[in-house]
Structures are given as C-alpha cells and as structure tokens.
C-alpha cells in the first residue's frame, strides 16, 4: 500500500508540474492544473493517514472531507471549457461547487470547535457526532458521481460535432480518451461506494485492505488523466472556430443571409477548388482556412457543405484525402500505405486507418486488395 499511495502521490504531483509549466496554456488547462493539485492533496493527506500521522496530529483529520465533490465539476467543466472560449467561469458555473463548500462550512465546527482528543475519538467512531453527515455525503456523493458522469458522456458528443464541423485533422485534439476515463472513474466511485458501505455499514470484514483497489485504479487513473490532458491541444488557440449554436442547418438556412443561387455558385467554386487546388493536401485545413481561398464566411461554408453533401466538413474533406490516397496507391504500389496515405493529406496512421474505414467500410489493405484483383 506504501508503494502504490506514494506512486499516485509522485504522478499526479508530477504532472501537476508539468501543467504549470506548460506553455500556451489554455482554461481547460488551468482547470486540469487545479484538478491534479487537489488529487495531490487528497492523496497526500490520505497517506498521513495510513501512516498514523491523524493519531499525532489529529487537527489532519477530515481536512480532506470536501474533496470528492470536487472531482466530479472539475470533469465536467474540463469538458465545458473545451468547448468554449472563455478564459473564466461564468458565475452559474461556480453553483457545481456548492457542495462542497457546504461540507466545509459544515465541517468548520470540528475544525476549529473540538480539541485534540474529541478529534481523536471522533475519527476513531467514539464520537459518533457526524454519522448521519457521513451517511448523507455518501449519498449526496453517489448522486454527483452519477450526475457529472452523466452530463460530461454527453457534452463529448457536442465536442465531437464542434471539431468535425471545423477540422480536418482531430488528432491531439480530440477527447475520445475522456469516454474511457469516465468509464473509469465511475468504476472507480462504484468500487469505492461499493467497500465503503460493505465495511462501514454492513460489517463485512475484509481479510485484506480493500483500499489497495481503490488508490491502485486511482493511480493508474491520475497517469492516464494528466498524460492526455497534457498532450490535447486546445482547439480555440490559433484557431476561429464555428460555434454549433451558430452553425445553421435545415431549415434555418433559409435565414443565413446565403441565397440559393449564390449558394450553388459558392459550391460550385468549392468543387472546383478541391479538384484544381487540392487543399486537402494540407493535414492542417481547417473550415476557416478552407472558407478564406472560397472568400466566403466560414458559415456559409458549413451550410453549403452541409446542405448539398449532406456531410460535415471533416468527413467531406477526408472522402477527398482517401479518393487521392486510392489513387496515388493504385500508382506508386512501391510506396508504402502510410507513405501514400502522409502524401494525401492524412497525418498519422491511425487517423488514416480510422477514416478509411469509415469512408469505405474496409480496410486499405483490403480494400486495395480486391482493386488490383479486378
């Protein structure tokens, strides 16, 4: 146990570092700075605890009793903030930590009220004076591990449309690896719910420490977190991004201001553009990139892909970058694929696999295969 808590302590201390020397930081940055710090903490006191420092010094016990309220919002607004480009909260947003703030003004009375001994009796279960409080936090933390979990699933979809609407390329800046971590974190509450009510509620009586579970997935949890954390890059730097509450579609494209015949001129000049011009080429295009050479308004641009591909940018682009790749395989068959496929527009190999896939339902080999067969 002494290696795994102080594992987890130098992980999430480390790239608590890493984060804030971090250059070009952006808000979700700052707000996964902020996360690593309090995991820090709450790792750190709870290690005090193992080694008996809470007997010693018993003003250490429950300074960390508001922690777990934190962890849900700060995923939630990592999320949030990917997806904005403010660089602060909105005032609503700072209600997610209402909890815990209650459970701290709650816990001032033990904090600043009761000496040494009462401190002592009370985290022994002496003193039974916050059973209930403990009972209705264990609830009230269930509840927000749900909630947040829930609501954080959910904005990845809209992150999701916010990047193919503008990109090309989503290669370190997508948040698919979120998926797996809320998957894992809510594995990780279910596990921790599931010993605490067992062993404090129900007396069963472990014949091991279950909390090596707990802080080994919670460790390995902190790594995964900081090292995607550190290596996405915020979409809103360096780049003018359409907002999906802006982008029009359906039927309200008849209020954007883009009438039909200049729409279909636009699209036109778009057709024309990606068979002369090839932008495609570039791994980086973005939909603004693209909207400045057609000289037109990135959202029109996203109407006109929109309304006459019936596509989003990304995948409008990349049917473009596999028809090349089809083409310079069926030519240059001593080059490799991923050469092939880094000549066409495609910046890595798992992006091209992933796309080509989607686009064609096959795999390039095999769908190069059954080509040169015909």
């Known amino acids: 146990m002494n290696i795994i808590l102080l594992i987890a302590i130098f992980i999430s201390a480390f790239q608590f570092v890493l984060l804030v020397n971090k250059r070009a930081k952006s808000f979700p940055d700052i707000i996964l700075t902020f996360w690593m710090f309090v995991a820090a903490i709450h790792l750190v006191s709870y290690y005090l605890n193992y080694l008996g420092y809470w007997e010693i010094y018993p003003h250490l016990v429950g300074t960390t009793v508001p922690f777990p309220f934190l962890y849900g919002p700060l995923l939630y607004l990592y999320i949030l903030y990917s997806l904005r480009s403010e660089h602060k909260l909105r005032r609503r947003d700072y209600l997610h930590f209402f909890p815990s703030i209650l459970s701290l003004l709650y816990m001032c009375r033990f904090y600043f009220f009761y000496s040494e001994d009462e401190k002592r009796l009370v985290d022994s279960g002496e ?21 947040y979990s829930t609501l954080s699933y959910k904005l990845l979809n809209n992150y999701k449309k916010l990047i193919d609407t503008n990109f090309s390329n989503d290669e370190h ?5 979120l998926k797996g971590f809320i998957w894992g974190v809510a594995t990780i509450f279910f596990t921790a719910i599931t010993i605490t009510i067992s062993r404090d509620f129900l007396g069963v009586d472990y014949t091991f420490n279950p909390d090596y579970i707990i802080y080994s ?3 390995l949890a902190i790594l995964l977190l900081g090292y995607y954390g550190i290596r996405h890059q915020n979409i809103f730097v360096d780049n003018v991004i359409v907002n999906l509450e802006e982008d029009l579609t359906g039927s309200d494209y008849k209020n954007s201001g883009l009438k039909d015949v200049e729409a279909k001129n636009k699209y036109k000049s778009l057709l024309l553009l990606m068979k002369n011009d090839k932008p495609y080429l570039e791994p980086k295009l973005t939909l603004h990139t693209l909207a ?20 989003n940018f990304n995948d409008f682009v990349n049917k473009y ?13 001593n080059y490799s694929f991923l050469a092939n496929a880094l000549d066409s527009g495609f910046n890595s190999k798992s992006t091209f696999n992933t796309v080509f896939k989607k686009i064609k339902g096959t795999t390039p080999s095999q769908y190069m295969a059954k080509l040169n067969n015909k």
Do not use: G
Not at 173 to 177: F, Q
């Open 127 to 147: 003193i039974n004076d916050f059973n209930l409080f403990i009972k209705i936090q264990l609830i009230a933390f269930v509840i927000s591990a749900i909630s």
């Open 217 to 219: 997935m919670l460790s």
């Open 321 to 333: 970058r596999v028809d090349e790749f089809i083409k310079k395989a069926s030519v240059n068959a």
């Open 292 to 311: 400045q050479l057609l000289e037109i308004s990135p959202n029109h641009l996203s109407q006109i892909i929109n309304q006459y591909d019936q596509q």
């Open 173 to 177: 800046i997508n948040l698919y690896w």
